[in-house]
């Protein structure tokens, strides 16, 4: 690649992070709000989902999981996994009272934090 090609690459690289980022936090937001209304089966998965985005070490999560749920709700799964592959923020931080909020969805769907060791 030359050396001039560079800021051109750059650019795609910042619209493409950009708009991972974008959606990830409307699939995020999705997601939470699908979480604090539902009930459903696929609901606890959901929610074991925004912990694992939430913090992955507490909460790991095996990816079949996405095998489980609806098209719709994988696909906005997807890009909460691309935007948090881009790194630009957490995705709770992107949503409205996104901590309390997923706190709250943590405690509800009686998800466990590691004890201490």
Do not use: K
């Not at 990830?24 to 709000?33: E, M």
């Not at 909460?59 to 994988?74: G, H, K, M, N, T």
């Not at 997807?78 to 909020?101: E, I, K, Q």
């Amino acid at each position: 690649m030359p050396s001039e090609d560079l800021p051109a690459v750059l650019r795609q690289l910042d619209a493409r992070s950009r708009q991972a980022t974008q959606a990830g936090a409307q699939a995020f937001a999705r997601l939470l709000t699908l979480t604090e209304q539902g009930d459903s089966g696929q609901i606890r998965r959901i929610a074991a989902f925004l912990a694992a985005t939430y913090n992955g070490r507490a909460f790991p999560l095996d990816l079949y999981e996405l095998r489980a749920v609806d098209i719709a709700i994988s696909d906005d799964m997807l890009c909460c996994l691309d935007a948090l592959r881009w790194g630009r923020a957490d995705l709770h931080t992107l949503v409205p009272d996104g901590d309390a909020r997923v706190r709250s969805v943590i405690a509800r769907w009686g998800l466990r934090w590691p004890s201490p060791a």
